[in-house]
Nanobody, 126 residues
Framework: QVQLVESGGGLVDAGDSLRRYCAGS??????LGWFCQAPGKEREIVVG????????YYGDSVKGRCTISRVIAKNTVYIKMSSLKHEDTAVYYC?????????????????????WGQGTQVTVSS
């Protein structure tokens, strides 16, 4: 089993940056991803990273505005989203998989993840 704990979201202004983390415990994960789900929309990938750090995948909506890193000793992944837009308003979920995968396109497939965090709301005021 893997337990995932996400840092809180909250209310931010458009144009601001937001740094968050996802801390894992339990089994060693192979990769972690962040997803977002806006009201009435599908849950979609924000960014994913392999635990080795060799593979990173950015969703189209955040390319150029998002960075991800991990601290292995803390089992924690950090993301920073910059130039936030009102359209970034969503519930954000951390997800993990313990199964080794290859390539990068799988990151955007929700079914490839075995464990999910509780989700936290991020609201960007326009």
């Amino acid at each position: 089993q893997v337990q995932l704990v996400e840092s809180g979201g909250g209310l931010v202004d458009a144009g601001d940056s937001l740094r968050r983390y996802c801390a894992g415990s339990g089994r060693t994960v192979d990769a972690l991803g962040w997803f977002c789900q806006a009201p009435g929309k599908e849950r979609e990938i924000v960014v994913g990273i392999s635990w080795s750090g060799k593979s990173v995948y950015y969703g189209d909506s955040v390319k150029g505005r998002c960075t991800i890193s991990r601290v292995i000793a803390k089992n924690t992944v950090y993301i920073k989203m910059s130039s936030l837009k009102h359209e970034d308003t969503a519930v954000y979920y951390c997800a993990a998989t313990t199964t080794t995968k290859y390539g990068s396109t799988w990151y955007r497939d929700r079914s490839q993840y075995d464990y999910w965090g509780q989700g936290t709301q991020v609201t960007v005021s326009s």
